[in-house]
Nanobody
């Protein structure tokens, strides 16, 4: 499966953005999906994950209550709604797909990755 993320940009603290990730292929609903981010000089950080049918979601403590992951299998798309953005949210955001339910919080469990979209939050 090929993934293409979009929706990033330059915003001010407190603003909102919605990231989208469109998957090619007809097996999108077979994958659990995740969002990760990487700030300069840092490792990939787990942000959120959603199961195959969208019934189970998990969010990192750092974004809980501000970010929401969702998916639309009819559109082969996973979303990340980001509200109340903070400067520390600045990073390149990646969507990824995995067939592993257990361990889906770890980037090395993901089979496929999109190219990433830059989110920059100014103070």
């Amino acid at each position: 499966v090929q993934l293409q993320a979009s929706g990033g940009g330059l915003v001010q603290a407190g603003d909102s953005l919605r990231l989208s990730c469109v998957a090619s292929g007809r097996s999108f609903s077979s994958y659990h999906m995740g969002w990760f981010r990487q700030a300069p000089g840092k490792e990939h950080e787990f942000v959120a994950t959603i199961d195959q049918i969208g019934g189970i979601t998990s969010h990192a403590d750092s974004v809980k209550g501000r970010f929401t992951i969702s998916r639309d299998n009819a559109k082969n798309t996973v979303y990340l709604q980001m509200n109340s953005l903070k400067p520390e949210d600045t990073a390149v955001y990646y969507c990824a797909a995995t067939t592993y339910y257990t361990g889906r919080f770890a980037p090395d469990k993901y089979n496929y990755w999109g190219r990433g979209t830059q989110v920059t939050v100014s103070s």
